[in-house]
C-alpha cells in the first residue's frame, strides 16, 4: 500500500548479509510514522507481546523473521538445534491467540533444520519467510477481489453508497499488505464502487480509530469513526449493508476469533438482518480445534489498557491519560468468538465459503 504516494509494506528486510528486518511501530501511529528494526530475539518478541506490530497475518510474517533473527544471532559455541528450538519456543509464546505465529514460526524452523550445512542456515529461513509473506500478500489481494465481487453484488441490488461497517483493523498494517477485511474495500473502491466504511474506534487501543482510519485516509475511502457502541443502532436505522472483519483465529468448523467486541457487532447484525462476512487467510484457520468458544484461547492483557488512553496532546508528544478512578480494578480479554451459525460467509484466498465444516475442509482439501 501506499504511504504518503511511497509503496510500502508492513515488514520487510533491508540489505544483505544479514539482512535487517524492519517494522513500522504501530502503537505510534497514526501520529507517528516510525520503522524499527528487529535486531535481536528479544526485539522480535517485545515487537509482538508489546503490540509494536499486530493483527495475524503480520504477526505470523514477523514469528517467520524472527527465526531468521535467531538464526543469524546465534551464539557460536551452543548446540545450534537445541538453541534455536528454544528461540523458536519463545517467539510461538509471545501472543497466544493468532495460529498464525505458530504455523509461520514452525514452516521456517522446519525448513532451516532440513538444511544440513548449517553455514545455509540463514538463507534458508529468509527464503522462507520471504516466501511466507509473499504468500500472504497475494492470499490478501485474492480476499479482495472475492469480497469486492459482494459489496459489489450489494451495489447493484441496492443502488448508492454500500455502508460497510468494521471492527479492529484487519488492514494492510494486520497483515503485510492489502489487509483482509480491508482488501474487499480497496478493491470495490478501486472498481469505482461508492462504498463508505464505518469504523468502529475498537477500545482498548482504539485499532480502528487510529490505524483503520489512518489507512483508509491514506487510499481515499470515505469512512467515518465511531464508538463501538454505536453499530447497532446504525444496523437499525438501514445505515449499514454488510458487516465485514478479520479474524485472529477461525475454527475449521467456521467460529470467529476477532477482536473484543466483534461478537456483539455479529448479534446485532443477525437481528437487523445484516450479512456478517469474516475475510482471513487460510493461515488463520486452526485444523484442529472444532468450537470456538471452548477451544480458543483468548488473551487477557494489562488492565492498564483499559484505564489509560494514549493520544496527542497539544505539544505534539503522544501522552497516556487515565480514564477510570486510580484504585478501580480492569479486566481486558482482548478477543471474543463469534460462533458459525452468526456468520453469513467466510472470505478466504480459495473464494467465499459457508462457516460450516464441510465446506471449509473441502475447500481446503483436508480430509
Ligand atoms: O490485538 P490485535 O491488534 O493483534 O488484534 C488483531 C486485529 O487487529 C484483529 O482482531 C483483526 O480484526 C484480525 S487480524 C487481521
Known sequence: MKVDGQWCRA?????????????????????????????????VISAIK????????????????????????????QDAEEYLRQECGHIREARPTAVNLAWAVDRVLEKVLAEPDQGKWAEAAKAEAERIADWEVENCRKIGEYGADIIEK???????????LTHCNAGWLACV???????????????GIPIHVWVDETRPLN???RLTAW??????????????????????????????????????????????GTYLKALAAKDNNIPFYAALPSSTIDWETK???????????????VRFVPGLDP???????????????????????????LVTGIITERGVVAPEEKAILELFERG
Do not use: C
Open 154 to 164: 450489494i451495489h447493484r441490488e441496492k443502488g448508492g453508497v454500500v455502508n460497510i
Open 215 to 260: 489507512e483508509l485516509l491514506q487510499h481515499g475511502v470515505p469512512h467515518t469513526v465511531i464508538v463501538d457502541n454505536a453499530g447497532g443502532h446504525l444496523m437499525q436505522h438501514g445505515q449499514v449493508d454488510m458487516v465485514l472483519v478479520g479474524s485472529d483465529r477461525t475454527t475449521y468448523a467456521g467460529d470467529v476469533a476477532n477482536k473484543i
Open 177 to 191: 499488505d492489502y489487509g483482509t477485511a480491508t482488501a474487499p474495500m480497496y478493491a470495490a473502491h478501486d472498481r
Open 50 to 77: 508489546d503490540m509494536k506490530v499486530r493483527g495475524a497475518p503480520l504477526i505470523g510474517v514477523t514469528g517467520a523473521w524472527g527465526v531468521y533473527v535467531a538464526v543469524v544471532n546465534k551464539p557460536g559455541l
Open 315 to 341: 505539544r505534539g508528544d503522544i501522552t497516556p491519560v487515565l480514564i477510570p478512578p486510580k484504585d478501580s480494578p480492569a479486566g481486558n480479554p482482548a478477543f471474543d468468538v463469534t460462533p458459525a451459525r
Open 11 to 43: 515488514i520487510f528486510a533491508e540489505g544483505g548479509d544479514p539482512a535487517v528486518v524492519k517494522i513500522i511501530d504501530q502503537r505510534w501511529l497514526p501520529h507517528k510514522f516510525v520503522w524499527v528494526p528487529l535486531d535481536g530475539v528479544g526485539d
Open 207 to 209: 485499532q480502528g480509530s
Open 291 to 305: 468450537d470456538g468458544v471452548s477451544g480458543i484461547p483468548i488473551e487477557e492483557r494489562d488492565p492498564d489498557e
